[in-house]
């Protein structure tokens, strides 16, 4: 078996990924989309071709150094390992991959800048590296528990559900009178490190997935910020939160009172020409 390399080794290897598949994605200059493959949750939440020729580079390129370790993408699932180089049956599940390939792929298909790609790696299942790669805007910002997190230059979200959607308007609607602004970049990885950076003083979302929020979440953590879920829970599908210690505190305690984890039960509409032909 082959052991967990130290952090910094697998960081070297996300980061060398997320580099390549930055370059790939962003070699797209947008004057035609990409073909949208299928869609995932809703009809409004898509999968293109780049997503998957992304993932496909990243899991390549871990493989080639890694080739026992698991790779959890969202585009192709969890998938174990191969024999390792010296022939022996790696596999040991020790090292995870947590890979968003596209995360943020409605802005990358209309040509807004926040879009990136997220990599974690994960030891005994928990985080311990991670890169988030944001192409357009030049910035690349990485993590190592307990060392910090960096942003290197290079030159809240909604989700997609109709009964989910009107509940988080619900939320927002509440919560606007009690803050300065808020925005919607479309990707939680980027709005993740825009925490870590201090451009958002706060972040929440419900529906994401783990590959949405590990690498993000790490990066966020070493800068400094509280990050979990609802009422001392972590953070998961149900809710994912990031701010400041104080301001975590505060945030956590005006959502739980709203209830956030709910959806909305959406009746069907009433037939108007028929309740329009009928007599008393």
Not at 186 to 213: I, K, M, Q, T
Request: hydrophobic share 40%; charged share 25%.
């Amino acid at each position: 078996m082959t052991a967990a390399w130290p952090p910094e080794a697998l960081l070297r290897i996300a980061t060398d990924a997320a580099s390549e598949a930055g370059a790939l994605l962003a070699s797209w200059r947008g004057d035609v989309r990409p073909d949208v493959v299928e869609t995932k949750s809703s009809p409004t939440d898509v999968v293109t071709e780049m997503d998957r020729r992304s993932e496909a580079l990243i899991t390549e390129r871990i493989r080639a150094v890694r080739p026992g370790d698991t790779v959890l993408g969202e585009e192709g699932g969890q998938t174990a390992g191969g024999d390792g180089a010296d022939g022996e049956a790696e596999g040991s599940g020790l090292v995870r991959w947590v890979v968003d390939p596209l995360d943020g792929t409605v802005n990358y298909l209309y040509g807004l800048p926040e879009w990136c790609v997220s990599i974690a790696a994960e030891v005994d299942g928990a985080v311990v590296a991670g890169v988030v790669e944001v192409p357009r805007l030049g910035e690349t910002f990485t993590a190592i528990v307990g060392r910090g997190a960096w942003l290197h230059r290079n030159g809240t979200a909604v989700g997609y559900a109709a009964g989910r959607r009107q509940v988080q308007g619900e939320v927002v609607a509440a919560l606007l009178p009690y803050v300065r602004d808020i925005r919607r970049a479309g990707s939680a990885a980027v709005d993740l490190c825009s925490v870590a950076a201090g451009r958002l003083d706060a972040f929440f979302e419900r529906g994401l997935n783990h590959w949405d929020y590990a690498a993000g979440g790490l990066i966020a953590r070493e800068a400094g910020a509280t990050v979990g879920g609802l009422a001392g829970r972590p953070a998961s599908t149900s809710m994912a939160i990031a701010a400041g210690p104080e301001l975590y505190r505060q945030l956590d305690m005006f959502l739980t009172r709203l209830n956030p984890e709910r959806d909305a039960h959406r009746s069907k509409p009433r037939d108007a020409l028929a309740d329009g032909n009928r007599t008393g």
